[in-house]
């Protein structure tokens, strides 16, 4: 069977982040990878740009260098169009191929905004996508929702989070990330470690019936570094860096009760020496699940240090530790790649299977644009709570 064709965007040794580089490109160049995926061109800023690229990461000479998302588009020899830029870019880099009716794979967040993503989604289902939520495909998010369905810890009556987005300091931004303290652009810690991190809680718990949130800029005021290459400056900031979240739950998902209670708080920075960075505790009938990780980043970074899943058993006392895995083939990937990879796995199966439509069994479906598009409505209420709080 032929190989799904892919063309890249935002490969670049010089790019801000290198989530391209990191997340993507080591399976799609691994052998597993490589049975189902062929890369065959890229699109960056200019077609020069696109051929340092590839050069730099010695792909073939024969991918192709685009620097027009358009030109990109009208490539009938291109499948599947992966989206690895800055969040505001998204839409023109991308919006070509889908309206071409390509395949896309779009990181998250999927735009800036809710009213930008259904400008570019729509709320209709699009099969032949994927958004970058793969903490729904993360062991730890799988290992939880066997337990759930297992009945081990009985109907869920509520669960509580604590997580920190330990990777940034609490008062500072690498120049090549300061966008995190312009609202607007719509890439920062709320939008992408918070946005991440609910997802998958509402993916393993089910979606809130309803929700009331309060969120707070504690430092107004960060320093934008360069490495020490020059003197730092500062800048204000328009983002929240706390967030305190709390709703009912729909119930109806996992053995969940109908008046569940999911709460959460998030906080920019790191947490207090020496304890976790992130906790999540899922408190059911009979027994309470408890996660413990370094820091908001189950769908990426945590993965450095161990992450633990223990359950209290309520009637004997005992709480035992829950082993998880990777799969064998995940261990051969760098961390940031093995999640993501899932994604790729779980779309080329599809793929290859003749693209069915509708829904898909449990552990065969994976994130699409319309998910993205309803993450995106949650995160536009949050902030219009926010927006009203402050002129209340």
């Known amino acids: 069977m032929a190989t799904i064709r892919v063309a890249l965007i935002g490969l670049s040794s010089s790019a801000k982040t290198s989530w391209a580089a990191q997340g993507h490109l080591p399976y799609l160049l691994s052998p597993r990878g490589r049975s189902h995926y062929t890369i065959v061109a890229l699109l960056n800023s200019s077609v020069a740009a696109a051929e340092a690229a590839r050069e730099d990461f010695t792909l073939p000479s024969n ?3 685009y620097g027009n ?16 830029t800055r969040v505001d870019t998204h839409g023109l880099t991308i919006g070509p191929s889908l309206r071409a009716g390509k395949a896309v794979y779009v990181e998250w967040p999927l735009v800036e905004d809710y009213k930008e993503a259904v400008a570019l989604a729509g709320d209709r289902r699009v099969d032949n996508s994927i958004i970058g939520l793969q903490g729904r495909v993360s062991p730890i998010v799988l290992k939880l929702k066997d337990i759930l369905q297992s009945g081990r810890i009985g109907r869920v009556l509520s669960s509580n989070i604590c997580a920190y ?35 998958y809680v509402h993916d393993v718990l089910g979606e809130f019936a309803s929700f009331q949130s309060r969120m707070q800029i504690q430092r107004p005021v960060v320093t934008i570094t360069d490495g020490g290459q020059s003197r730092p400056k500062e800048m204000q900031t328009d983002v929240p860096d706390f967030l305190a979240i709390h709703g009912k739950l729909a119930g109806g998902t996992a053995n969940v009760a109908e008046d569940a209670t999911l709460s959460l708080t998030y906080r ?33 970074d945590s993965y450095r240090d161990p992450i633990e899943i223990q359950v209290h058993d309520h009637d004997t006392d005992e709480v035992a530790r829950v082993e998880w895995d990777w799969q064998d083939w995940q261990k051969d990937l760098p961390y940031r790649s093995r999640i993501v990879a899932e994604l790729y796995e779980r779309f080329a ?44």
């Not at 599809?350 to 479906?365: N, Q, V």
């Not at 993450?375 to 002129?391: G, H, I, N, P, T």
Request: charged share 25%; hydrophobic share 35%; glycine share 12%.
């Open 165 to 199: 987005g330990n990777l940034l300091p609490n008062d500072s931004l690498p120049e090549g990330l300061s966008y995190f303290a312009d609202r607007k652009v719509g890439g920062n810690p709320i939008t992408i470690a918070y946005g991440h991190t609910i997802d």
């Open 268 to 300: 920019t920075g790191h947490q207090f020496k020496g304890t976790p960075g992130f906790i999540w505790t899922i408190n059911g009938e009979k027994g309470e699940i408890m996660v413990t990780a370094n820091g908001a980043y189950v769908h990426s």
């Open 63 to 65: 991918v192709k260098a």
């Open 69 to 84: 998302p358009n030109d990109l588009a009208a490539d009938s020899d291109v499948d599947l169009v992966v989206c690895c």
């Open 349 to 392: 199966h599809w793929w290859e299977d003749g693209k069915p439509a509708g829904d898909l069994p449990e552990g065969e479906d994976w994130p699409r644009l319309h998910d993205a598009v309803a993450r995106m409505k949650e995160l536009d209420e949050v902030f219009k709570q926010y927006d009203a709080q402050k002129s209340g």
